[in-house]
């Protein structure tokens, strides 16, 4: 799996490629934005082919340790195949998923400046 | 133009618990899903495309409704927070929302509204804001209008909110009253007020009263009275000398014989009382009426009878059995294995063979038609172990359908009434076939049937 | 008739892409009869779930093997019906896990559950010094 960082607006945006499972997971949970507490990330799904509990459970880890977990990771452009596997766990109840990348770091970096 | 159709799941929490076969998105008022009702109005305002997002599982919805082609639109889905405002939404949605003027609907509510009228224009020409709005439902508009307003009398829009059974009653007979006219209804009818669905079997000495919406495979049996104020679901047989006024009948429910349904909502095995909220469970998972038990007088009648003729079908059968039976099992074609069968009394198990054949060469074809690989259960009817033609046998993993106050729910059988019909035998079809015909047929009457069953057999599976 | 495809995988986080794979290719051969669109890649994507899941948990577990750990899938296909089993040395376990807290959301812990979500039935049973996890959905 392929990992991209970019940022705008002081949101860093890490936008995975391949499959997000037992075996990409642990690379996603050590990338420094991802790991860092105080950062908020916009993990963009859009080119994500497969994902498992795994990985899903990868995000979620991610997200609690955060110093805000309920905005810490913002999702964006997911497809169907992965929004089904998030419904599967009702795991879209514990984020807020954009389907366009700009409007999701736009929301993340207003609860930004509202917390600073 | 573009729509949202947002729901929070605790809107219709209350229909998971009283209509628990299905999902409450999909529920039918008047015998049409209740999120046809509102893709039909998004049509209708002038949209292309029409998102359906849900904080909850909605994955029915979206094997129903796939893409949307059905209705020329493109349909997609995503999930929302409970929180979530109209803006958030417009935010978490801006993709799909574009440059667009939107429509969002939210809440558990149904619209009412007159498919002749034009709300296109009405809806290109207000301005941004709340368009209608009822206790936990709105209709709002988002983006600068296309064209100034237009005067003219005020274009009638409603909702009503579905927050319980009392509502959902009142907004399925106000959909059936109000008729076509206002709504796009299924079924086919001559004259207004009677929507028949297919494969509905009417006896002559039935009655309907207008106004009646009926479903698919539906069975009206003698001197029944439908209607008026009768909404029929799918897969419904109404019994004898029943009749059926001001009140709803669900997908897959038997109503018995000489029973009098007014002013109900009737659903499986639960009968509910829409201005009360009462509800009765009954324990069989079918029947609502009651039937006289088998008494073991009337079971050995049969019983002779079946050994009977499975002692002929034996003898006719043996001649091309044995011939067939040793060339498919060395040419690899017979394949058996033993599973564990309900027997009819409950709490005992028997053992039998499942046959799988290859129907592929001439000889499997034959032996196929012959239903020879049902041959070896013939034997079992002598015994009375098995009937001859009774339910399909269920294998002992699966809850026993003899529940303990209702004994008439299950007899195996070699081969089983629902094979007989010609309905296709999935599961709630075939189990309301074969629970009328436990009740109805008599040893006479099973011969014929077992004789249509395999007639039909080679038939189902070559369409199969 | 059904037909039977038989494939031993190392047990490493490596192979699941190729036990995915390999099973969306299976179950892809079910379709393509009257059945929807949606029916059929909800159909093929289950199955792709259910099998990185259970491919997850047999290399997950594996704990310590005097040989390389193997995992071994069975596709039995029937004509509506595909049924996928799992065989590992590992040690046994049972699939009757409770359904993991949501509201807490653990992080691990799903693999079990969701297979009993997505499948129409699954089985475990005990043979030898092996595990066999068969799940069978019908299109």
């Known amino acids: 799996m392929i990992i991209t960082e970019t940022s705008a607006n002081g949101i860093v945006i890490v936008a995975l490629e391949g499959n997000l499972d037992a075996l990409s997971a642990p690379k996603l949970r050590g990338s420094p934005p991802v790991a860092d507490p105080k950062t908020t990330v916009v993990l963009d799904l859009e080119k994500v082919g497969f994902m ?10 991610a997200a609690r340790e955060k110093s805000d977990p309920a905005c810490g990771i913002v999702l964006s452009c997911m497809n169907d195949k992965v929004r089904r596997t998030f419904e599967t766990t009702n795991a879209q109840r514990l984020f807020h998923i954009f389907d366009d990348t700009a409007a999701a770091v736009d929301f993340a970096a207003t609860r930004q400046i509202a917390r600073t | 133009m573009k729509t949202i159709l947002a729901f929070r799941e605790e809107e219709f929490a209350w229909s998971h618990e009283v209509f628990s076969c299905v999902h409450p998105l999909l529920l039918p008022l008047c015998n049409k899903p209740f999120i046809e009702f509102l893709i039909d109005f998004a049509i209708l305002v002038g949209s292309t495309a029409v998102r359906i997002l849900c904080d909850g599982g909605i994955n029915p919805i979206e094997r129903y ?86 005067d003219g009398a005020a274009t009638p829009l409603s909702l009503m909110p579905l927050d319980g059974m009392a509502s959902y009653y009142r907004a399925s007979m106000e959909a059936l009253e109000t008729g076509a006219d206002r709504y796009v209804l299924p079924g086919y009818g001559g004259e207004p007020g009677c929507a028949i669905g297919r494969n509905v079997v009417i006896s002559k000495s039935a009655q309907i009263r207008k106004p009646v919406s009926i479903g698919n495979n539906v069975q009206l049996l003698g001197d029944t009275i439908i209607g008026p104020s009768a909404i029929i679901g799918s897969n419904v047989i109404i019994d004898r000398e029943s009749s059926v006024e001001s009140s709803i009948v669900l997908d897959n429910t038997y109503i018995g014989e000489q029973l009098e349904v007014i002013g109900r909502i009737a659903s499986g095995n639960r009968l509910n009382d829409p201005r009360s909220g009462a509800s009765i469970s009954m324990e069989d998972p079918h029947l609502l009426g009651s039937i006289k038990k088998s008494q073991t007088l009337s079971a050995l009648p049969r019983k002779v009878a079946h050994a009977l003729a499975a002692l002929v079908m034996i003898s006719v059968l043996a001649v091309p059995f044995l011939f067939l039976w040793p060339l498919l099992k060395l040419g690899g074609r017979w394949r058996s294995a033993q599973i564990d069968c309900h027997s009819e009394n409950p709490g005992e198990t028997i053992s039998l063979g499942k046959v799988e054949l290859d129907a592929t060469n001439a000889l499997g074809a034959t032996a196929s038609t012959l239903s020879l690989d049902r041959y070896f259960r013939l034997f079992r009817v002598l015994t009375a172990e098995l009937a001859l033609i009774g339910s399909t046998p269920l294998p002992a993993e699966e809850p026993h359908p003899n529940a303990p106050a209702n004994a008439l729910a299950y007899r195996p059988g070699v081969f089983s009434y629902a094979e007989a019909e010609q309905w296709p035998a999935t599961g709630g079809d075939a189990a309301i076939v074969e629970r009328y015909h436990l009740v109805h047929s008599g040893p006479i009457s099973d011969i014929g049937l077992v004789v249509k069953a395999f007639v039909n057999r080679p038939h189902e599976k070559s369409s199969a | 008739m059904s037909s039977i495809i038989t494939l031993t995988l190392p047990g490493d986080p490596l192979f699941t892409e190729v036990a995915r794979q390999t099973t969306t290719s299976v179950a892809s051969l079910l379709t393509g009869e009257n059945h929807s669109a949606s029916d059929e890649t909800q159909f093929v994507h289950d199955f792709e779930l259910a099998v990185s899941e259970a491919f997850t948990n047999s290399v997950k ?28 040395a590992n040690s046994p376990f049972s699939i009757d896990t409770p359904a993991p807290d949501i509201e807490s959301y653990p992080e691990n812990g799903y693999g079990l559950w969701i297979i009993r979500r997505v499948m129409d039935s699954v089985t475990y049973r005990r043979e030898g010094n092996s595990n066999i996890i068969s799940m069978s959905k019908t299109l």
Not at chain 2, 92 to 117: A, H, P, Q, W
Not at chain 2, 119 to 127: H, Q
Request: net charge negative; proline share 6%.
């Open chain 2, 65 to 150: 409704c796939e893409d949307g082609s059905r209705w020329g639109i493109a349909l997609s889905y995503g999930s929302l927070h409970g929180d979530d405002t109209a803006e958030t939404l417009l935010g978490k949605n801006r993709k799909f929302c574009g440059e667009e003027r939107i429509m969002i609907v939210s809440g558990f509510s149904f619209i009412r509204y007159d498919k002749r009228l034009n709300y296109k224009s009405l809806a290109g020409s207000l301005p941004e804001g709340e368009w209608a709005a009822c206790p936990g439902g709105s209709i709002t508009l988002s983006g600068a209008p296309e064209k100034p307003p237009a």
């Open chain 1, 52 to 61: 498992d509990s795994s990985g899903l459970g990868a995000i979620v880890g």
């Open chain 3, 61 to 88: 577990y594996a704990g310590e093997h005097d040989t390389p750990p193997t995992v071994t899938l069975t596709f039995e296909l029937e004509k509506q019906r595909l049924t996928v089993s799992l065989l590992d």
